[in-house]
């Protein structure tokens, strides 16, 4: 995705790539507010820690941070308040089958906007094992000291 098709990334939970073990990726829309979107747009969203699950057969996402829009009036919502994402209701059953595998959860990985609209990129995770974390950090080593020896010749 780049700012070139109409899409601007608002956020990205970069972190998500070196915890999980990402597949999967899907895109959903987000309920919100109008100051909760100009907000959005000035950038003030968190994703760090934060992820999607199903509820009552509706898909909401818990923890992300939206900072209060400072030229709104008193907004009631907390920022860590849960906000209902929308998928169609196939998409809802197959997402709440496949999180009910052993480790598999729903993390987002990116907001941006598209045509105005405000998107939220959704992807299955699980989580890495120690062992795993240091296998990227050796193979990046690795191909760190190769790119270094090929400049050096």
Not at 71 to 78: I, K, N, V
Request: charged fraction near 35%.
């Amino acid at each position: 995705m780049a700012e070139s098709e109409g899409i601007k990334i608002l956020a990205a939970n970069r972190r998500a790539g070196r915890i999980y073990h990402l597949s999967d990726h899907f895109e959903v829309g987000i309920v919100l507010s109008g100051a909760e979107v100009k907000s959005c747009r000035g950038g003030k969203i968190q994703l760090s820690d934060s992820y999607a699950a199903v509820k009552d057969n509706e898909l909401w996402l818990f923890n992300a941070h939206i900072s209060h829009y400072g030229y709104a009036r008193e907004d009631e919502r907390e920022p860590t308040t849960r906000r209902k994402l929308l998928a169609h209701r196939k998409q809802i059953d197959r997402l709440a089958g496949k999180t009910r595998e052993k480790g598999q959860t729903m993390i987002p990985t990116k907001i941006y906007l598209l045509k105005g609209k405000v998107k939220v990129e959704l992807a299955m995770a699980k989580g890495k094992q120690l062992h795993d974390k240091r296998d990227e950090k050796r193979k990046a080593i690795e191909k760190e000291e190769a790119r270094d020896a090929i400049r050096r010749r």
